[in-house]
């Protein structure tokens, strides 16, 4: 009898990863060109854009280390599943102050929650992890990462996944943001980010491994696009705290669009592909 993913993580409790790297802005410089976005000021000393640090704190596992795929086999947060399917499914940030390009950024993650749910698809193990953000001794931030593991051990059939259909339309905005996606933006920004999760890349793997209908769009990468909308249409303000939730996937070849409405202690946020249901929800709170 198989256990149960409860009896799997009842005494799993991962230590903390520590680690330290310096702000460069090239990574920063090299998402505005991903997105043709305007590029933010980036000499030492300039604000970070909330989330960019998502381009610094980077492991850098060894190919011997990759598993089937793309992910490491193994890691200091990686749950003991078995036949371990990974899914990001949102997040939290709290800011405390700028992150200055050319600081050392360091952070300290640790296991903050683990539970267990069942969906349609079985049991689903959701683990959040914590990291805290100091930027040359200062206090940054914290930021949580949701993230969403099912079984499928070898042998199990791959849960299929259809192409979503047409949704309801886009809502009324204050701010609009798009951005056309195909294999070669989400390789791009797979490299960027130092994934290697095969999803996003190598579409026989993506549908015929894992039963998405395409290529799947990064859930980070629709993340950081909601935070573009007040980047650049309320760039006297400064985010204090973002909260996204990832509902559904998309899939590329598709533009994805992110809309705001303002409210009056900040944005609420939708993103997601043109004719279909959102992606991520996602809300800001503005300074």
Avoid: C
């Amino acid at each position: 009898m198989s256990m149960s993913l409860a009896d799997l993580l009842r005494d799993w409790q991962p230590g903390a990863v520590e680690m330290s790297r310096r702000v460069d802005p090239w990574p920063a410089a090299a998402f505005a060109g991903l997105t043709d976005a305007p590029e933010p000021p980036l000499k030492d000393g300039d604000p970070l854009p909330p989330m960019w640090h998502w381009f610094t704190l980077l492991e850098h596992p060894a190919t011997a280390e990759i598993g089937a795929d793309g992910h490491p086999a193994n890691g200091p947060f990686w749950p003991p599943v078995p036949g371990r399917r990974r899914m990001f499914a949102g997040g939290r940030l709290r800011v405390a102050a700028p992150i200055p390009v050319g600081s050392q950024l360091a952070t300290r993650s640790a296991v903050s929650n683990v539970s267990v749910k069942s969906g349609r698809s079985g049991e689903m193990a959701f683990v959040t992890v914590r990291h805290e953000l100091i930027a040359d001794g200062v206090e940054a931030g914290v930021e949580e990462q949701d993230i969403v593991y099912r079984s499928e051990p070898p042998g199990t059939p791959p849960k299929t996944m259809k192409r979503p259909a047409a949704g309801a339309p886009e809502p009324p905005a204050d701010w609009r943001a798009e951005l056309a996606t195909d294999p070669v933006l989400l390789f791009r920004f797979s490299a960027l980010t130092y994934n290697g999760h095969r999803i996003h890349y190598d579409r026989d793997y993506a549908t015929q491994a894992e039963g998405y209908p395409g290529l799947v769009i990064h859930g980070p990468l629709l993340a950081l696009l909601a935070l573009e909308l007040p980047r650049l249409h309320a760039p006297a303000q400064s985010v204090t705290s973002f909260d996204y939730r990832l509902i559904r996937p998309a899939f590329a070849p598709a533009t994805v669009v992110a809309t705001a409405q303002r409210t009056p202690d900040g944005a609420s946020v939708a993103v997601g592909a043109v004719g279909v249901d959102p992606s991520l929800t996602a809300t800001v709170v503005l300074a």
